[in-house]
């Protein structure tokens, strides 16, 4: 018995240890900040998550630089951002680092008064975060620091969400708040009344479909970039409607 229940251990352990989201290597860039102290100006954004408090965010986000961005495919990433002080003594925080989620794009000849016009530009590596994340690695007057940053796992409070948008035969579903990858690699939605239909990127993290699913409840199956898989069974009840978020208690 005790070693059977040992047994059940040690394959759980190994389950979760090769399913969880491993660290990437360390790499190079530089990192400015946008949006100001409350980082009012950094809500919406290129991922479609809206207001990144309700969504689960909080300021703890950045913009990513093209080269990184990846047409939207990074969005929901997590990365440990470390300012390199060692290349920076005057305006790095000794030791300082952050974790941030990829919620917004900045785009190449990017202007704005922080000065970081030109550093979203392709092939740099470039983090505009939002003023509060920026600030706890580096001092405000130096407006841009030297980082060097890991993608890491991402831990999100409560389960995945769905945000249902569109009409009759589309549906665009914003999904929001996933952990581990973060970033997603391919869906999948299947009303009660249909098979498994995979769904299409239309923009960040917004997923399409153009199945006829009204007056059934939905389930989803999302795999993330890592591989990893996740069904959520009738998340959302026949009862649902467009412009609802449905949120699950399952997470990655
Ligand atoms: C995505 O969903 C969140 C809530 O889950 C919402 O606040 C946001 O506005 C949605 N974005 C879009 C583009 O619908």
């Known amino acids: 018995m005790a070693k059977s229940l040992a047994g059940v251990a040690l394959l759980a352990a190994l389950f979760i240890t090769v399913d969880a989201f491993r660290p990437s290597g360390l790499t190079n860039g530089h990192a400015t900040f946008y949006g100001g102290s409350d980082a009012s100006g950094t809500m919406g954004g290129a991922c479609g998550y809206g207001d990144l408090y309700s969504a689960g965010y909080g300021t703890m986000t950045a913009a990513l630089s093209t080269a990184l961005f990846n047409n939207g495919a990074s969005c929901g990433e997590c990365y440990r951002i470390t300012c390199d002080y060692a290349a920076d003594s005057r305006w790095c925080k000794k030791g300082a680092s952050v974790v941030i989620t990829a919620t917004n794009f900045c785009p190449p000849n990017f202007a704005l008064p922080s000065n970081n016009g030109g550093w979203c530009n392709p092939p740099l590596k ?127």
């Open 126 to 252: 470039h983090f505009d975060m939002a003023q509060p994340a920026w600030e706890k690695i580096g001092i405000y007057r130096g407006g841009i620091v030297p980082v060097v940053f890991q993608r890491v796992s991402c831990y999100k409070r409560g389960g995945v969400r769905f945000r249902i948008n569109g009409r009759d035969y589309f549906e665009l579903v914003n999904i929001s708040n996933v952990g581990g990858a973060g970033s997603i690699k391919s869906v999948s939605i299947k009303g009660s009344k249909t098979g498994w239909l995979a769904m299409s990127r239309n923009w960040g993290a917004n997923w399409q479909s153009n199945a006829y699913l009204d007056g059934q409840s939905i389930s989803f199956s999302i795999t993330t970039t890592d591989g990893a898989t996740r069904v959520f069974l009738n998340v959302v009840p026949s009862s649902w409607s467009f412009g609802q978020t449905y949120s699950s208690r399952v997470q990655f």
